[in-house]
């Protein structure tokens, strides 16, 4: 009993340690959003200059340094957008013709650009080149919405691939020429596709296919897509809670295709 209280005592501790933390993180942001308007941080980052390699794939440094930016890009983001959201409040309850309110009107699209340069602030604050920040998140993004892509015509394909042999099924027991040159017809638009999708896939752009096999050493492909979208989510957990229902939906989807065959 004695044991069990102590354990629940330390983990009281340390749920209470994580909450006054990310309080003063918060704090911490705020503070420096209040003193480095988003002029004063394009100036600072004005000379960051980056050429992003000819071949377009990252390296492992590169994926650490989003790894550890994203994070404080999120945080930055939820701080800009709760300000924006208690000056525009301020705004209204002022008035918009009145002088309070023209002023928190003003703060009000200062902090939603505050939201919008979250990555940039980040990168700067944590010490990286801007430039190639950008660079290495938009690669990275292309990944994962390519991986978006990819699971969305899995699922299709499941249901292709049922469609046909269902198809193929009536085709093989028609018993007139007219039904059966009908669905011969169909059936050759989907073998075209099929062909389509599959020369699609070997042009893929190599830079994109190293930088997915890379990133999946670290994570999902699917969470730099889930984890942008973090940064407007009201509720923490939202974004990524729609992506994991995003993805069952996607494979109970593909499941059904397969057993209607």
């Known amino acids: 009993m004695r044991r069990t209280l102590n354990a629940v005592l330390a983990l009281s501790l340390v749920f209470a340690g994580c909450k006054i933390k990310e309080a003063v993180d918060k ?28 071949d377009g794939k990252l390296t492992d440094g590169q994926v650490q340094m989003y790894l550890k930016v994203r994070e404080r890009e999120k945080a930055i983001a939820q701080v800009a957008k709760q300000e924006a959201q208690e000056h525009a409040k301020k705004a209204d309850a002022a008035g918009q013709k009145s002088i309070g309110g023209f002023i928190e009107g003003l703060k009000t699209m200062g902090s939603a650009a505050d939201m919008l340069t979250a990555d940039i602030r980040a990168a700067h604050d944590l010490g990286y080149n801007t430039q190639e920040y950008l660079w290495v998140k938009a690669q990275i993004l292309a990944v994962s919405t390519s991986a978006m892509g990819q699971k969305m015509a899995a699922t299709m394909n499941a249901s292709m691939d049922s469609a046909y042999a269902n198809m193929k ?18 059936l ?14 070997q042009q893929e752009d190599p830079a994109l296919a190293y930088n997915r096999q890379l990133l999946t050493k670290y994570e999902s492909t699917l969470n730099a897509y889930a984890n942008e979208m973090a940064k407007w989510e009201d509720k923490p957990g939202e974004a990524q809670k729609a992506m994991q229902d995003f993805q069952k939906d996607l494979d109970k989807a593909a499941q059904d295709a397969k057993k209607g065959q």
């Open 27 to 54: 704090a911490s942001i705020s503070k420096d959003l209040d003193k480095k308007g988003t002029f004063s941080l394009a100036q600072e980052v004005a000379n960051d200059k980056y050429e992003a390699p000819n």
């Open 169 to 186: 099924k009536q085709y093989d027991e028609a018993k007139d020429e007219q039904t059966k040159a009908m669905l011969k017809q169909t």
């Open 188 to 201: 050759d638009q989907y073998d075209q596709t099929r062909k389509d999708q599959a020369a699609q896939q």
